[in-house]
């Protein structure tokens, strides 16, 4: 590939892990105002598992694996999708989708402290500093006496938390996991069993499942956006940028992907921005800053 067209390629996958994670918030908010938080999911990781499936087979890439590998995809499907992801789609329900987005920015803080009680990881004197600036962005956001107030807000701000233990202990899992090595296909087998299990969770509390064709137009789009251009487009984009650039500039994405949320939660669904939000978001992000700023490990993202 020559240069000037790497450049572009590497600009737009750029722009796929900035905009396009930083909008499923937003899809998702919309979505879910009509759909059943876990049907919702399910459908838009089965069908994107189906899609990269049948993309490999046409690209002709081996999508055989291991019963091992095939055990450990869906353990990671799990703790990224069918709880990381499903569970905060549930909570978008109460919780606005910039402050969801903004409360997520703080997911390597999360990480941290788990590969420290889990991996007894030595923390630097930069991530002390970041988790000091990180705690404070999160107390200024939660604390909020008009956010607070309202109905199912401290709960959706909570299974969120919970969300990220999950996500956090997912990267771990798979930093150390027998998994496929095309990364494709790796992506493929997750968001198939995690879209699955999803599914039958759905199932178990009794939501009520309906055809696209039942849908509402807005619903509609939203769904191929996440299916297409969240689940395929950016996570390929992401997978790709971490071969071709520093970890450390494809970790901007977490700084990034919250801005996104908010500015799009405000034009669009006007939702609420408090000042006291704007100062959480320049002291949490700062917090991550200073943690990414000297850690060689890297959440994934694939939960978003």
């Known amino acids: 590939m020559g240069a000037p067209r790497k450049t572009i390629v590497i600009v737009l996958a750029f722009f796929a892990i900035y905009v396009i994670w930083g909008s499923t918030y937003l899809l998702n908010k919309i979505a879910v105002t009509e759909l059943p938080p876990f049907f919702l999911a399910s459908i838009r990781f089965v069908v994107a598992g189906i899609l990269i499936f049948i993309i490999a087979k046409i690209l002709k890439v081996d999508i055989s694996i291991t019963k091992k590998q095939l055990i450990n995809t869906a353990v990671a499907g799990f703790l990224f999708l069918t709880f990381g992801n499903g569970v905060v789609v549930w909570a978008l329900k109460y919780v606005d989708s910039g402050f969801a987005a903004l409360e997520i920015s703080a997911q390597p803080l999360v990480v941290l402290i788990l590969m420290r009680i889990l991996q007894g990881k030595k923390i630097s004197a930069m991530s002390y500093v970041g988790v000091f600036f990180g705690f404070i962005g999160i107390y200024l956001l939660v604390s909020q006496k008009q956010l607070i ?156």
Request: net charge positive.
């Open 149 to 304: 107030s309202q109905e199912g807000q401290i709960t959706g701000m909570i299974m969120i938390f919970i969300c990220m233990i999950s996500w956090g202990y997912g990267s771990l899992f798979v930093g150390k996991a027998d998994l496929p090595k095309n990364f494709f296909v790796n992506t493929g087998y997750q968001m198939f069993s995690g879209g699955i299990m999803l599914a039958i969770a759905s199932i178990c509390f009794g939501e009520a499942w309906s055809l696209p064709t039942t849908w509402s137009l807005n619903v509609q789009w939203s769904m191929l956006a996440l299916i297409l251009f969240g689940s395929i487009i950016a996570f390929t984009a992401f997978n790709y940028l971490l071969k071709e650039v520093s970890p450390e500039k494809v970790a901007t994405s977490t700084y990034v992907n919250p801005i996104i949320a908010l500015i799009l939660g405000w034009w669009i669904l006007n939702e609420t921005i408090t000042l006291q939000s704007i100062i959480a978001a320049v002291v949490l992000l700062t917090g991550v800053y200073f943690i990414n700023s000297k850690r060689k490990f890297k959440p994934r993202g694939i939960g978003r």
